[in-house]
């Protein structure tokens, strides 16, 4: 029941600051106004507000109070696999996916010795959310594994398609996270407002029986993410 009450007391303090009744730089009101506010004890607002911190919602100053955060970057988890789909459902903004390219090609040397076949399917697809491109992904899935595509599971979510029409069981990716100068084909396909820069994920993704399936190419604007991880000390 207890848990139930902070996670209820969680929820609608972050529905507060998403619809910026808190606003940036701003208190909450104190432990003790959120105790008489929510009719609950001091244990309870703890953990309400301790998730909060642990979320990046607020920071808890000593001597005074929580301080709202700023939420304009979007988290993305570097060790989780998530579909931008998925992605876009958590961030509760208007979304939309745009698909560029959509063909099979020969696999380039490089790409043959990641994924270790030729026939390879081609997507390029850029992500829009509140109607600016901020993601371009450049994906290549080896045929054999995924035969057909089209551009509505293209625009709607592959991974989706292939997990649930497919019955493909994706588990694990290798990745690797750099920062690169922005190419032509960024800037014609993203609205990059002038930065000079984007963040590069690029993953070898594998099925359940280890093998890899699919190597993808994310070049994100670098001043909309906030890459995310948890890391705990090995003793």
Same mark, same amino acid.
């Given at each position: 029941?207890?848990?139930?009450?902070?996670?209820?007391?969680?929820?609608?303090?972050?529905?507060?600051?998403?619809?910026? $009744? &808190?606003?940036?730089?701003?208190?909450?009101?104190?432990?003790?106004?959120?105790? !008489?506010? %929510?009719?609950?004890?001091?244990?309870?607002?703890?953990?309400?507000?301790?998730?909060? *911190?642990? $979320?990046?919602?607020?920071?808890?100053? +000593?001597?005074?109070?929580?301080?709202?955060? *700023?939420? =304009?970057?979007? =988290? %993305?988890?570097?060790?989780?696999?998530?579909? &931008?789909?998925?992605?876009?459902?958590?961030?509760?903004?208007?979304?939309?996916?745009?698909?560029?390219?959509?063909?099979?090609?020969?696999?380039?040397?490089?790409?043959?010795?990641?994924?270790?076949? /030729?026939?390879?399917?081609?997507?390029? /697809?850029? +992500?829009?959310? =509140?109607?600016?491109?901020?993601?371009?992904?450049? !994906?290549? &899935?080896?045929?054999?594994?995924?035969?057909?595509? @089209?551009? #509505?599971?293209?625009? =709607?979510?592959?991974? #989706?398609?292939?997990?649930?029409?497919?019955?493909?069981?994706?588990? &694990?990716?290798?990745?690797?996270?750099?920062?690169?100068?922005?190419? @032509?084909? @960024? +800037?014609?396909?993203?609205?990059?407002?002038?930065?000079?820069?984007?963040?590069?994920?690029?993953?070898?993704?594998?099925? @359940?029986?280890?093998?890899? %399936?699919?190597?993808?190419?994310? +070049?994100? /604007?670098? #001043?909309?993410f906030r890459f995310v991880d948890f890391a705990r000390r090995m003793k």
């Amino acid at each position: 029941m207890k848990n139930n009450k902070y996670q209820a007391i969680y929820q609608q303090l972050v529905m507060k600051i998403e619809k910026q $009744n &808190f606003i940036p730089g701003e208190k909450l009101p104190s432990e003790h106004e959120l105790m !008489d506010l %929510f009719t609950t004890s001091r244990e309870t607002v703890r953990k309400a507000l301790n998730q909060l *911190a642990q $979320n990046g919602y607020i920071q808890k100053v +000593r001597g005074k109070g929580s301080i709202v955060l *700023a939420r =304009d970057k979007f =988290d %993305f988890p570097i060790s989780g696999l998530v579909s &931008f789909k998925e992605l876009a459902k958590k961030m509760g903004r208007p979304w939309e996916t745009v698909v560029h390219e959509l063909e099979t090609v020969v696999a380039s040397s490089d790409l043959g010795s990641k994924l270790g076949e /030729r026939e390879l399917w081609k997507v390029v /697809r850029s +992500r829009k959310v =509140d109607e600016e491109s901020i993601i371009l992904d450049k !994906d290549y &899935f080896i045929k054999s594994q995924v035969p057909y595509l @089209d551009a #509505d599971i293209c625009k =709607d979510s592959i991974y #989706d398609y292939l997990e649930s029409k497919m019955g493909l069981q994706i588990a &694990f990716a290798d990745k690797e996270v750099t920062v690169e100068e922005a190419t @032509d084909e @960024d +800037r014609q396909l993203l609205d990059l407002n002038r930065l000079t820069h984007v963040v590069v994920v690029k993953s070898i993704v594998h099925l @359940d029986d280890a093998s890899p %399936f699919q190597y993808t190419e994310s +070049r994100h /604007r670098l #001043d909309k993410f906030r890459f995310v991880d948890f890391a705990r000390r090995m003793k």
